[in-house]
């Protein structure tokens, strides 16, 4: 396993990367790996290097401490209500790059796994919703706590209201309240819950079974699944049917199809 920094502020995430596999983990446990604007940008950098990057092939999203993340940096967004504009703009813009990000981890051509420890709460849950799939520790906690402090989550509702169902997110956004790890395996916000501890492990041996898959497969079929997923039926349709023409010029396709048929294992592309 090789290990280096992100791209911008080595201290605030490190990158490792293991058989196609790059772990990316938050490494600010002091202030529960809050998402203040240097952190976002950090991240945007991070995931903008592995889209370039053919060897990486999956992400894991984890964090150090007792949180994945607890959400927007709220002493920075205090303190800008000094500004002359009384953090008008600075508002503006930590909300317009938070939605960069997420917007850039649903668009990653490669699979992005979340392996939770602890809290994630606020925009740290909408991290959790816009990635693809979602490990959790027996003992994590998740949360729209925003409207305890008169600030209503709308954001993270956006990728939690496109990965829960309309009544689980608009409660958790009402109420404010923590939901444990079952809680959320039930309401669809993470795949698995495991022993605590144990998240970070099980998603990167999750993460190493997709990386073993053709990587131009699982990156057509990423981005058909969001494209469709919101669009009416007949929309959502004619969508997937492109992406299976485009998928089946694809030399990997052509390759596990002869595979299957001769009973032997695929040797995927690059």
Known sequence: MTASPASASPELVRRDDAAGVVTLTLVQPQNRNALGLAMIDTLIVAFADIAKDSSARVVVLAGEGPALSAG??????QAHRNDPDRGHAFNERIMTRCATLMQAIVALPKPVI?????????????????????????????????????????????????????????????TGQLYGAA???????????????????????????????????????????????????????????????????????????????????????A
């Open 72 to 77: 927007h940096d709220l002493r920075e967004i």
């Open 114 to 174: 979340a392996a939770v420890e602890g809290v994630a709460t606020a925009a740290g849950c909408q991290l959790v919703a816009s990635c693809d799939l979602a490990v959790a520790g027996e003992g994590a906690r998740f949360a729209l706590p925003g409207v305890n402090i008169g600030l209503f989550c709308s954001s993270p509702l956006v990728a939690v209201g496109r990965t829960l169902s309309r009544k689980h997110a608009m409660e958790m956004a009402l």
């Open 183 to 269: 809680e959320a395996e039930r309401m669809g916000l993470v795949n698995r819950v495991v022993p605590q501890g144990q998240a970070l492990a099980e998603a990167r041996a999750l993460a190493e079974g997709l990386a073993a898959r053709s990587a131009a497969t699982l990156a057509i079929g990423k981005r058909a699944f969001n494209e469709q997923i919101e669009e009416p039926l007949s929309v959502a349709y004619a969508l997937a049917a492109k992406a299976m023409v485009e998928n089946l010029a694809e030399a990997d396709s052509a390759e596990g199809i002869a595979a299957f048929l001769e009973k032997r294992p695929p040797r995927w592309g």
